[in-house]
């Protein structure tokens, strides 16, 4: 049995069909390319003739060489009443001009007599003759056996007469599709084993995440003789998703002994995963394995006493090897440890056995108790252990704010802040309007920094969450605000919480400008030594 297994991507095509997830031609593009370069061996581009998106991708990747991927383009069978030579879907296939080409056919007959409406010796015939004709071409054909499992289940005799009908044809890999994601693990290494035994045509594997068992029932494919796994970067699909690559692929190479990329290049899986889903503009998963920011995040104090002594007390494997790393969070179950790590890891001199350590742990705990949460605000636990060693940063103090809310018969609303705030000694007044309090009060500071530190303008809201504490107080509830703060490609969390919403962002917010001035390095400027001229106004 090959030890190498052939990785089939196709996010492009199969990932795209999941809720709120869309590619630009330029995207799947950039995409490709990203794939190639991580070494996948086959991406599944799309069903050329069926939309201008993917026209326009097929178009584009004529014109670039790929060095470890081959393109596919993606059908079906030909349509029952049409000739194959005449059927606009596989003379799609080949103008696409891809050196592989996907098509699939039908296995359950439930499908052949309700979908179809068609004899089972003609679907019989469809697949075959959609094979033979693409071969014609000099195409490697790889065939998806669509709703096999479940066809299996029905009548394995028909199910495997049409694998036979395919490998008879000249398909070149024969996929096994559990099209329902409803298949379990030990059924797909049953039926994987008898189809093994019926065909000689290398088998590969495809499946859906509907019983949460797409990565599990890919890799029990693998082990009962599949060489070729399909699936989608960051597990991407229709309904509740396909299989998810970025599981897969470390599974299989770091604990199951097969290669599917160099080592070299799993390194980057983390950063294909981001990649996709910004360029998707979808949230990354935190808690996905490996690749997720939690993946490799310790909470509880023994635990993390355990693993600074050894990691494999509580990681599977070096985060390293897929590029994660691992995370100290601090909170209400954090000890000692937890804030030693994280004080180094920022670079601040905190001994595990002072009194400083046992000092923040307790007001930690404290704060935690409160309502605070600093596992989303490393900024703010960052700050709070620089008050709480006198090292914090002074970069302006507050001397009052008041915000004013209009709301006029028609229903429009305004808001208004004020604020004065003291920078190196100097008092400066401030105001402006917003979309709502928080949006004015946040105008209002920037304005009044502004003068002080120009290079605040570069810094950016990047996300506002508020979460109510203890709802059975109603209006009157404690509430946590959780702001994301951005410079470019880096982003900071903050934290703030009380029973005044409006207090509490002020809280995360200054936390975070905060933050960013003692990153910059920032000196204010005095504005008693600048031009009027160059005094900004209003």
Known sequence: MSKTIQIFDTTLRDGTQGEKVSFSAEDKFRIAKRLDEFGVHYIEGGWPGSNPKDMAFFSKT????FRNAKIVAFGSTYRAGNSPDEDPNLNALIEAETPTVSIFGKSWLLHVSKALHIKPEENLALISGSIEYLKRFDKEVIYD??????????????????LKAAEKAGADILVLCDTNGGTLTHEISEIVTEVAQEVNTPLGIHTHNDCELAVANSLAAIEAGAIHVQGTVNGYGERCGNANLCSIIPTLQLKMGYTCVSS????????LSKFVSELGNLSPDHKQPFVGRSAFAHKGGIHVSAVIKNEQTYEHIHPELVGNKRRVLVSDLSGKSNVCYKSDELGLDVDKYSKESSEIVQQLKELENQGYQFEAAEASFELLVKQMTNSAPDFFSLEGFRIIM????????????TIRVKVNGQIEHSAAEGNGPVHALDAALRKALREFYPEITSMKLQDYKVRVLNEK?????????????SKDAATWGTVG??????DASWQALTDGITYYLMNQNSKPKNLNSLNESEILIG
């Not at 004529?62 to 060489?65: F, I, Q, R, V």
């Not at 709703?147 to 495997?160: C, S, T, W």
């Not at 209009?406 to 802040?417: C, M, T």
């Not at 919480?497 to 409006?502: A, D, K």
Request: proline residues 2%.
């Open 62 to 65: 004529k014109t670039h060489t």
């Open 145 to 162: 056996a669509e709703h096999f499992f479940d066809g299996y289940k029905d009548n394995p005799e028909y199910a495997i007469s049409t």
């Open 264 to 271: 070299d290049k799993l390194k980057h899986l983390i950063t």
């Open 406 to 417: 209009e709301r006029d018969a028609s229903g429009k609303s305004r808001s208004e802040a």
């Open 473 to 485: 107080d109603g209006t009157g509830a404690r509430v946590r605000v959780l702001i994301d703060s």
């Open 497 to 502: 919480v009380s029973e005044n919403i409006i």
